[in-house]
């Protein structure tokens, strides 16, 4: 079970403005860095956001990600076909054995 | 540009074992933390084990701890990951990945696919 809690589905249609809650703890998020991750079925995962709001070159800019607390969310704008996948939040736990902690995932179907 | 190549998966019979190899280039391995991430088949991600630059600091899941090993040889920029006692619980794609010092993963292998059936 994970202690990363993400929403198991989302949806938005073409254009509009998605967001994508990651919810953790003192010890995970609340200490620590969030991590984003896009994978496409029968795919590897693909770094989509570090160190809470930082893009990787290539990623696009309608892609952003926020942290307050111990909770994060990744937001896509302009929504495209393309951005159906599943995205997952990941962070490092000071408490637990399990040092990197991941979500449980989001699919997000584009309508 | 970074480049993790994962070998060794297959099908093992339960109580079987298997060494799974991550071959690094595009950067200088001993620079950097080292991952295993398991994904069951239709499941979500699950970190499984980390090693530090010159392998003094390693740890694992609970899950695992006991019957896996991970070890890395830098001069030839490989990581391994040998498993033991493999139980059907194990059948995942291994995907070996690069570490951003106490952080999660900022790069990923294709991953290997391991079966444990009989």
């Known amino acids: 079970q994970s202690v990363l809690t993400q929403p198991p589905s989302a949806s938005g249609t073409p254009g509009q403005r998605v967001t994508i809650s990651c919810s953790g703890s003192g010890s995970s998020i609340g200490s620590n860095n969030v991590y984003w991750y896009r994978q496409i079925p029968g795919t590897a995962p693909k770094l989509l956001i570090y160190?809470?709001?930082q893009r990787p070159s290539g990623v696009p800019d309608r892609f952003s990600g926020s942290k307050s607390g111990t909770s994060a969310s990744l937001a896509i704008s302009g929504l495209r076909s393309e951005d159906e996948a599943d995205y997952y939040c990941?962070?490092?736990?000071?408490?637990?054995?399990?040092?990197?902690?991941f979500g449980g995932g989001t699919k997000l179907t584009v309508l | 540009e970074v480049q993790l190549v994962e070998s060794g998966g297959g099908l093992v019979q339960p109580g079987g074992s298997l060494r799974l190899s991550c071959a690094a280039s595009?950067?200088?391995?001993?620079?950097?933390?080292m991952h295993w991430v398991r994904q069951a088949p239709g499941k979500g991600l699950v970190w499984v084990s980390r090693i530090n630059g010159d392998g003094s600091s390693i740890s694992y899941a609970d899950s695992v701890k006991g019957r896996f090993t991970i070890s890395r040889d830098n001069a030839k920029n490989t990581l391994y990951l040998q498993m033991n006692s493999l139980s059907a619980e194990d059948t995942a794609v291994y995907y070996c990945?690069?570490?951003?010092?106490?952080?999660?993963?900022?790069?990923w292998g294709q991953g290997t696919l391991v079966t444990v059936s009989s």
């Open positions: 990941a962070a490092w736990d000071d408490s637990l054995s399990a040092h990197v902690l």
């Open positions: 160190r809470n709001n």
């Open positions: 990945a690069r570490g951003d010092g106490y952080n999660p993963p900022d790069s």
């Open positions: 595009g950067f200088t391995l001993r620079g950097y933390w």
